[in-house]
């Protein structure tokens, strides 16, 4: 009797010391703080090299702030923040899980009135100094570009809290030239339906959804919350959040979704993306969704009930729908369908289904992704005016990638038929400082001239004239941007010249980290990561042998820093 009572004790009390042992292992460790907030900012120490943990703020009126983190244990290798700026003398509630038991992070966590590095904000070493790239953490797409009352909102997919992708948020900044950027708070944070995926936004004029209480119109963004479920893959839903302070603060609908679950009709979980707009022949909203691999079109009177359409295969996420006029003139009229990919349908639309005429055709080469064109343009403006994400780099900086410089689009017949052309804004045009202008120079001429530029901020204009040479080109801080005449290629990618043509012109935007180019007045867009490893100094057209080639004229224009 005694051994067997032994033999029970033992069987009970190894598995209590197993668990006791090993509970770390097999369950989440939660350790919470309760702190006055008594600064505007929470500053998050973060090192990738550290286990990423989950961190949960309980602010005032039960607002909850959950995001997964690094939080560094020891030296971190950058800083985050969070604005509590608003909750000034009041008490939050921070808690961390999923650690083991002696993480530190959790004490690391500072208060302060400035963000963490602030002196050297928006002047390390590789931060584009003419493009927009958030303060902190991650961005890709651009989201909900719309102008209202002399202001162009860029929101875009951010992640606040690491210089990768995650954590999906809006970004929000911004611009009254679309040149100059303002980042201010964040627009969308995830909730019970999932992170904020991509979307757009839309000034809803004739408050047809009923969510303007005040003066200011109401503007509404649509956009993806993105969950994953345990054993079911990912659930992607198409939802509504409304804005009365002119897009600084939203409202989620609360019968969101507004679009559920389609999966069942597309047996494909990839569902996401919604491009909003006015159809006005039709007076309904119209809004353009990425499903499996293309387009879906839906119709709407209120924002909120939705009529699938129609759909156009061959498309992958981001997808964008527009009219532009042919030639400038406002009488003919096309439309224009892309995915993010880059690649575009030219064709008519009535409202519910989009006809292809002609494509798909490219109008770009390089890390250009996920563009979107802004909605609410004025009438007396009239440009189709678009930001793409620049899938570029910025590596042991605490931000990592970037927007590309706005551009506009334009319709126009060429010899192949109705082409898209993408040229930069000519707000560029406020960031000159100084101008160098020649023109019919042999290349040893230009060059010797060109040692006359200063600064790593360029916009260039130029047209080189083969006479003999079939590769020639311009070297900018050891980047070539080169030409094939015999194998019509730029930069290895397929583009001819006009038929008969040897002349190539060149708009270059040159920053820290990237060089944009326009063939040809745009009829094609070139971009690259520039090589931030070259020792390489100044500027070059090649070959240099007099008889090879000619430069019919150049401009060069130093750039000021859209910081200063």
């Known amino acids: 009797m005694n051994g067997f009572i032994k033999i029970r004790s033992v069987c009970i009390l190894l598995p209590l010391l197993f668990l006791i042992y090993f509970s770390p292992m097999f369950c989440d460790v939660v350790k919470g703080k309760d702190v006055t907030v008594s600064k505007t900012y929470l500053n998050f120490p973060v ?4 286990d990423e943990v989950s961190v949960e703020i309980l602010l005032p009126g039960d607002v909850s702030r959950v995001f997964d983190i690094n939080l560094a244990l020891s030296d971190p290798q950058y800083w985050v923040f969070m604005d509590v700026g608003q909750w000034t003398g009041k008490e939050i509630k921070m808690t961390v899980k999923n650690y083991d038991g002696t993480h530190a992070g959790l004490e690391k966590i500072v208060q302060a009135d400035r963000i963490a590095g602030q002196n050297s904000l928006y002047r390390e070493k590789l931060r584009p100094q003419f493009h927009f790239s958030s303060k902190r953490g991650w961005n890709n797409d651009p989201n909900g570009l719309v102008y209202y009352d002399g202001e162009y909102h860029l929101y875009y997919q951010h992640n606040p809290y690491s210089i990768y992708w995650g954590n999906m948020h809006w970004g929000h900044a911004v611009s009254t030239d679309l040149v100059h950027w303002t980042e201010i708070q964040n627009a969308l ?14 000034v809803d004029w004739n408050n047809t959804a009923g969510f303007q209480t005040g003066n200011d119109k109401v503007i509404v963004a649509a956009y993806t919350a993105h969950k994953h479920i345990e054993e079911e893959g990912a659930l992607q839903v198409q939802c509504i959040a409304f804005s009365n302070d002119r897009g600084r603060t939203f409202t989620k609908y609360e019968k969101n979704p507004v679009i559920g679950d389609r999966r069942d009709v597309w047996n494909s979980s990839d569902i996401r993306d919604p491009k909003v707009f006015w159809y006005e022949p039709g007076k309904h909203w119209v809004l353009v969704l990425f499903e499996q691999v ?25 997808p964008e729908l527009f009219e532009c006029r042919v030639d ?28 292809p005429e002609s494509g798909k055709h490219w109008y770009k080469d390089g890390p250009l992704y996920a563009a979107q064109t802004y909605n609410d343009i004025p009438a007396s403006d009239g440009r189709r005016i678009q930001i793409a994400w620049g899938t570029i780099q910025s590596p042991g900086m605490p931000f990592n990638q970037m927007m590309l410089f706005p551009t506009v689009f334009s319709l126009r017949t060429t010899v192949k038929g109705i082409r898209l052309f993408c040229e930069p804004v000519k707000e560029i045009e406020k960031l000159h400082v100084k101008k160098y202008q020649w023109q019919n120079l042999s290349p040893k ?37 080169e030409y094939d005449l015999n194998g019509n290629r730029f930069n290895d990618f397929p583009y001819s010249l006009a038929p008969g043509s040897k002349s190539l012109y060149m708009e270059i935007l040159v920053d820290r980290t990237s060089i944009e180019t326009f063939l040809d007045h745009g009829a094609f867009c070139s971009v690259r990561a520039r090589n931030i490893e070259s020792k390489e100094k100044g500027i070059h057209v090649y070959p240099e042998e007099e008889r090879e080639i000619i430069v019919r004229h150049m401009k060069v224009y130093e750039l000021k820093s859209i910081w200063e």
């Open 47 to 50: 090192n990738q090299n550290d």
């Open 189 to 202: 944070y995830p909730d019970e339906l999932g992170t904020m995926f991509s979307g757009s936004a839309v």
């Open 294 to 318: 293309g387009n879906s079109i839906y119709t709407s009177e209120n924002l909120k009930d939705w009529t699938y359409q129609s759909h156009i295969e061959g498309f992958w996420e981001c």
């Open 328 to 355: 400038d003139d406002p009488d003919v009229t096309k439309w224009v369908m892309y995915g993010a990919s880059g690649s575009y349908l030219i064709g008519d639309f009535d409202g519910k289904i989009f006809t």
């Open 445 to 481: 001429q230009i060059n010797k001239e060109l040692e006359k530029v200063n600064g790593d901020l360029l916009h260039i204009k130029c047209e080189l004239e083969s006479k003999t040479a079939p590769d020639f080109g311009i070297e900018i801080f050891g980047n070539r941007l």
